[in-house]
């Protein structure tokens, strides 16, 4: 009889939030695309249905985290607001009610916040395709960053 999973816990520096998932990431990906890389990102992909963070996400500026919402602005990269670490990119129409997190959208949750010992054997790749991905022709010019190989659909 095999052990259920076991959740894992990733904690900003200061502890005043949480992301909790029901298992161990099965891949981390080192996502070099413009903001990933500056971040130092390394994501774990599940889905809002999976993810529970304390307190929640918001976009209102009383709340723990904060937001950097750029192009698109389909995901907003939430940050502690004391101690300024990143914890998750999350769909933004789900933390504006938009759309029922039980829909199960994508979240990539940073690895880079759980225990070492969590994640020090699960698989690592750097992907270098996002670099070259191609964007929406809603990503307004003046926020495409000069640095950014991506192609857009203008």
Not at 28 to 44: D, G, K, P, S
Request: hydrophobic share 30%.
């Amino acid at each position: 009889m095999s052990t259920p999973p076991k959740p894992v816990t990733a904690s900003c520096h200061c502890g005043a939030i949480t992301v909790t998932v029901p298992y161990k990431p099965t891949r981390i990906n080192e996502c070099q695309c413009t903001l990933c890389r500056r971040y130092a990102a390394a994501w774990a992909y599940y889905t809002t249905a999976d993810v529970q963070i304390s307190p929640a996400p918001s976009h209102e500026e009383s709340a723990a985290s904060g937001a950097y919402i750029w192009g698109d602005k389909h995901h907003g990269f939430h940050f502690c607001r004391k101690c300024g670490c990143v914890m998750c990119w999350y769909p933004c129409d789900v933390v504006e009610g938009k759309v029922d997190a039980k829909e199960g959208k994508q979240v990539g949750v940073n690895t880079r916040m759980m225990r070492p010992e969590d994640v020090r054997e699960v698989d690592r790749e750097v992907l270098f395709d996002a670099l070259k991905m191609t964007l929406g022709k809603d990503v307004p010019k003046e926020e495409r960053h000069v640095d950014d190989g991506a192609v857009y659909e203008d």
